[in-house]
């Protein structure tokens, strides 16, 4: 069955590091990758967006890689913030599928 | 304003009640979602709207339904309410075609006693 994996331990880091997070999939082919954030109490919010055909997307202080051999994204916040504590969700969506599948999310901290 | 609403935010019920679960949205997306995240679970698909006479079970429909009475207005209703019911529950909307980036609501907390 179709299966995103992100890793369920917190991530913990200090002010000013970069933040690396992972989302490893299985048995599936996605045309599209995207990142969102949820706060908590609240609903998730779309970030970045990587397709299928790219290697690399950048957005600020945003960076996310996409490796279908691997079937991986890396999803890298530099220069972090406390404002950058929040749970990171990755979701796949493949050309012509009716819906999109959500990763259980990492919960990142950063410590000032 | 929000772009997409949900009414209520939090609810209490007990067991065999019948509830329902508002969403608004003002994007102006024909596609509507109603999910339930549980803590570990990820978020999950109940039912989905393609448009106002195109309703789809997702995933996890069993002990729910929906009505979709306009393009800006998408409910989901718990006929008969049961503890594992027990949820946050999101509506999104998204765009079509494309990558169909998700937008949701705020959410609904739904305790069943």
């Known amino acids: 069955s179709q299966k995103i994996e992100q890793n369920s331990e917190a991530l913990n880091i200090q002010e000013g590091k970069t933040a690396t997070l992972t989302c490893n999939y299985t048995n599936y082919s996605p045309a599209y990758l995207q990142w969102y954030r949820q706060d908590p109490g609240r609903g998730p919010v779309f970030l970045l967006l990587?397709?299928?055909?790219?290697k690399e997307k950048r957005k600020e202080r945003l960076k996310v890689t996409f490796d279908t051999t691997l079937k991986q994204s890396l999803f890298h916040i530099t220069a972090s913030q406390p404002a950058d504590s929040a749970t990171y969700l990755c979701?796949?969506?493949?050309?012509?599928?009716?819906?999109?599948?959500f990763g259980a999310g990492t919960r990142l901290f950063v410590k000032a | 304003d929000a772009d997409v609403t949900q009414t209520p935010r939090n609810r209490i019920t007990k067991t065999g009640k019948r509830i329902m679960l508002e969403c608004s949205q003002t994007k102006g997306h024909d596609r509507m979602y109603w999910y339930r995240q549980d803590p570990g679970l990820g978020l999950r698909l109940i039912y989905y709207s393609f448009d106002v006479k195109d309703i789809n079970k997702g995933e996890i429909s069993d002990g729910y339904s929906v009505s979709r009475q306009a393009q800006a207005k998408f409910s989901l209703s718990l006929e008969s309410a049961i503890p594992n019911q027990t949820a946050l529950y999101f509506c999104?909307?998204?765009?079509?075609?494309?990558?169909?980036?998700?937008?949701f609501g705020p959410g609904t907390r739904l305790l069943v006693l």
């Open positions: 999104a909307t998204s765009d079509f075609p494309g990558p169909e980036t998700q937008y």
């Open positions: 990587i397709r299928e055909n790219e």
């Open positions: 979701a796949l969506r493949n050309t012509g599928g009716f819906k999109t599948i």
